[in-house]
């Protein structure tokens, strides 16, 4: 049988009624002679609600438990997609992530697969079963304990079944109807583009694009997974939503492709660290160790006249997202109590967000950084920090103008109109 893999995000499965829908685009494949492997998130709002929970009984928490708590949202869609099916006659099965078993490392809140043994699933498709819906964004570790993938981790869970089972294709139904060239809810000027390249694609993704996770545009990639994000609440055919895919299918050619954002930005800054070789591993070795994810570093260039200190001094600037301050603060404390690292203090600005420009054709043309600082000039937008690579540049800014500098930058590569 030729097998699809549908998932549904947190707003295609909110209430009863739109599980309801979303089980009506399972039954059209169903009826079309498709086996399907639903993959279901937790209604939205729900994994918020988990994760406040759990940082309000215990701020430094136990990342089992953590993950205890958070997983549970998937359950319960899970199982009431699988009733809503049965309800209209189709055979499906649910299934949470120790069932299949997804085998995930015990990275918790963060959690890779390992192995999705196809077994279990199998066998209930050869007994006559249409649809297994399993529960996103978890797994088991070898220690028997549940895992979370990360935020927006069902994507994640549906490529890695994709891969696994051979899907003709994995559609990602969301609340928008495709992938485009900055989040429309920024501004009504986007555009919805039909194909993004993978690179592209992984590289917005990762810079705060949220309407894919950015592991499931690495695997995709990876494992040649036909991956397509299209609205839940359309009527959709094949040729719907947007198709992240190889570079050599797209025939659009733009200098840049899309403008990214991740709104809740820290800017930490230690003053007055040592200037001696090793200093940054003793600095970020903790900070990794307490898993923060440390983004953009600058250190800053030494003081000739060692500002009055014995020895060479330096700053040390670094941006992590703000739910992971406290986090670091208290990492930094114990590496200085320790005595590993010296530092007069730590500025914490927790009113940064970071914006993006990526695209493919910034390898072969220059000048983009130059048109986007002077885009953000005129818009009055001062630069905290910079950071590029091959296809992306970055800039840490106020929060406050983050709206105004996407709007801006959109204009100023004229992403509204086709390449
Ligand atoms: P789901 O719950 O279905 O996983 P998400 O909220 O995680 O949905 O992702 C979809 C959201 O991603 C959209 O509502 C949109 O606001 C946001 N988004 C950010 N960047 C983009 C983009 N470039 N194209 C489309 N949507 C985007
Ligand atoms: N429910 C999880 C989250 O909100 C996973 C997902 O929706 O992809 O992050
Ligand atoms: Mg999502």
């Not at 120790?98 to 050869?126: E, M, Y």
């Not at 090793?278 to 070795?285: P, S």
């Not at 500025?347 to 390898?363: F, L, P, W």
């Not at 937008?381 to 840490?396: P, Q, Y």
Request: aromatic share 6%; with cysteine.
């Amino acid at each position: 049988m030729p097998l699809l893999v549908m998932k549904f995000g947190g707003t295609s499965v909110a209430n009863l009624e739109r599980i309801r829908n979303a089980a009506q685009k399972v039954k059209a494949e169903v009826e079309r002679g498709y086996d399907v492997i639903v993959i279901v998130s937790a209604m939205s709002g729900k994994t918020n609600e988990l994760v406040g929970w759990v940082n309000e009984t215990s701020p430094l928490y136990d990342a089992r438990e953590y993950d205890a708590v958070v997983s549970s949202g998937e359950n319960v869609t899970a199982g009431l997609m699988a009733l809503t099916l049965q309800e209209m006659d189709i055979p499906a099965r649910s299934w949470q992530g120790w069932q299949v078993p997804i085998q995930t490392t015990s990275a918790h809140g963060a959690a890779r697969f390992v192995d999705i043994p196809r077994k279990n699933l199998d066998a209930k498709f050869a007994e006559g079963f249409k649809v297994a819906v399993i529960a996103g964004f978890q797994g088991v570790s070898a220690e028997g304990r549940i895992t979370t993938l990360g935020r927006g981790g069902s994507d994640t869970t549906a490529v890695a079944f994709a891969a696994a089972f051979g899907a003709e294709r994995c559609d990602i139904y969301t609340d928008v109807d495709g992938i485009y060239t900055t989040d429309p809810r920024i501004t009504s000027k986007a555009r919805k583009l039909d194909k993004i390249s993978f690179e592209e694609m992984l590289e917005l993704a990762s810079l705060g694009a949220k309407v894919l996770q950015t592991r499931s545009v690495e695997l995709a990639m990876r494992y040649k997974v036909r991956l397509r994000v299209l609205s839940s609440f359309d009527d959709t055919n094949e040729t719907s939503g947007t198709l992240v895919c190889d570079e050599d299918e797209i025939m659009e050619s733009k200098v840049v492709s899309g403008v990214a954002y991740s709104r809740e930005e820290a800017k930490l800054t230690l003053v007055t660290v040592e200037d001696r070789p090793g200093i940054a591993a003793a600095i970020f070795g903790p900070l990794s160790e307490a898993g923060v994810n440390v983004d953009m570093i600058v250190q800053n260039i030494s003081e000739k006249d060692y500002q009055g200190h014995e020895r060479p001094v330096t700053d040390m600037t670094f941006s992590c997202p703000v739910d992971q301050v406290a986090r670091a603060r208290k990492a930094l404390e114990t590496a200085r109590d320790a005595g590993s690292i010296s530092y007069e203090k730590l500025e914490v600005d927790t009113d940064a967000a970071k914006v993006s420009v990526v695209g493919i054709g910034m390898r072969s043309h220059a000048g983009v950084a130059a048109r986007m600082f002077s885009a953000l000039a005129q818009e009055g937008v001062n630069i905290k920090v910079i950071a590029t690579s091959e296809i992306k540049i970055s800039v840490l800014i106020d929060r406050k103008y983050m709206e105004l500098a996407v709007q801006a930058l959109h204009d100023a590569f004229d992403l509204d109109k086709a390449g």
